[in-house]
């Protein structure tokens, strides 16, 4: 038997493998409360512009209600000869209706249905992750003032370079995923406009009232141009690529965490219900919760590649290729809204190690530039040469194998005259981090202020 849906003039039906490679109702009855969300708004702005009758809207309207309480029942069988979401709500519609079930598709294609159905579907996931943003820096906000003071290397290259303090780190990370927040709004905002209408590609001759739609779908505006409506994938594109940065800033997270949880950095300790033992090794604790959510930016970032590459060669319209956006997307939307509870469920309960963070702090002379600084401000030697003289020191230090503050002054004396006794007030982690008031900078005062405000603006949010 040809397609019931549009076999119209076909004699024969698909050969299996075309049967296969056609259907996507293995992933897009993902979409099925959008779609017949958008059809029960078709249908009543087709009956109040009197396209169909009051009557005809009334049974399609009560049949797709009954559809969907079937397909939250588990009740519905979807079937792969109908290929998609769309046909196969419309093919049951007609089963339990009758024939005024074929009026609904009246004005309307599968073209503008599935970019619909797609934009109110990431409209809904986009605030999803952006709650689950909002919560992951909650913990790392709440976390931030309780360490405010907490001190620890700050690294460039993964060599010591300046002492910071762990919750001046972990606010790094709330800015970060502060971008991402506003990202996933941006992409929602712009992704708001409604293509419902605009048909196969050039619109329609019925009376239809594409703003009426809009409207009661909660979109902002039709979509302007009806060729665009059903060619755009780019709202998906940028949902992605805000998706994949959001990954990416996971990942760097997760990575830091395997890092500084490691025996020879000692600075974090696991927490049990995030971390796994070695079937064969006793003594392990691995980060396997923070080790997947590194690898899991892989299929994000894979995602909207893939995308990319679908979509770059296609002519306007609508192509078959597009039916290849979904799975991606979905695969995204799940992997980084698991990575997001993920972190934050690792996040709560991850403990710092406060001696081992502030011993590593003061190796690797890390207090280097604070004494360059020292030589600018009190001895008004220029920055070139004041950086110039304390490599003198450190390589002094080096050789005696001691810290810059354990170098007596005679011997930086030797090096620079300048020096006095006061140099030693700023050779401390303490002293350092402290005085670093400049605006977004490390000193506990500044860092607890930051963590305050954040801590006050995301209880405020109630997204
Ligand atoms: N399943 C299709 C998709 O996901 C729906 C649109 C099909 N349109 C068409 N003219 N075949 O893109």
Known sequence: MSNRMWGGRFGASPDDIMEEINASIGFDQRLFAQDIRGSRAHCDMLAAQGIISGEDAASIDAGLAQIEAEIEAGAFSFSRALEDIHLNIEARLTDIIGPA?????????????????????LRDSLEHLGAQTTALMRVLAEHAETHAALIMPGFTHLQPA?????????????????????RFADARARLNQCPLGAAALAGTPFPIDRHATAD????????????DSVSARDFALEALSAMAICATHLSRLAEEIVIFASPDFGFLELPDAFSTGSS???????????????????RIIGALTGLFVVMKGLPLAYSKDMQEDKEGVFNALD???LCLAAMTGMMEKLTPVPERMRAAAGKGFSTATDLADWLVRKADVPFRDA????????????????????LDLDTMQNVDARITDDVYSVLSVENSVASR??????????VRAAAQSWCAALADDKS
């Open 387 to 406: 950086h110039h003289i304390t490599g003198a020191l450190v390589a002094l230090a080096e050789q005696q194998a001691c810290d810059l503050a354990d």
């Open 101 to 121: 079930a074929g009026r609904l598709h009246t004005a309307r294609s599968r073209n503008d249905q599935v970019a619909t159905d797609f934009r109110l579907f």
């Open 280 to 298: 064969i090794m006793p003594q392990k604790r691995n980060p396997d919760a923070a080790e997947l959510v590194r690898a899991k930016s892989g």
């Open 335 to 337: 992997s980084v809204s």
């Open 437 to 446: 008031t400049s605006f977004g900078g490390t000193a506990p005062d500044n």
């Open 162 to 182: 300046q002492p910071v303090t762990y919750g001046h780190h972990l606010l790094a990370y709330v800015e970060m995923l502060s971008r991402d927040r506003s």
């Open 216 to 227: 009661a779908l909660g979109f902002d505006a039709p979509t302007a141009n009806s060729i």
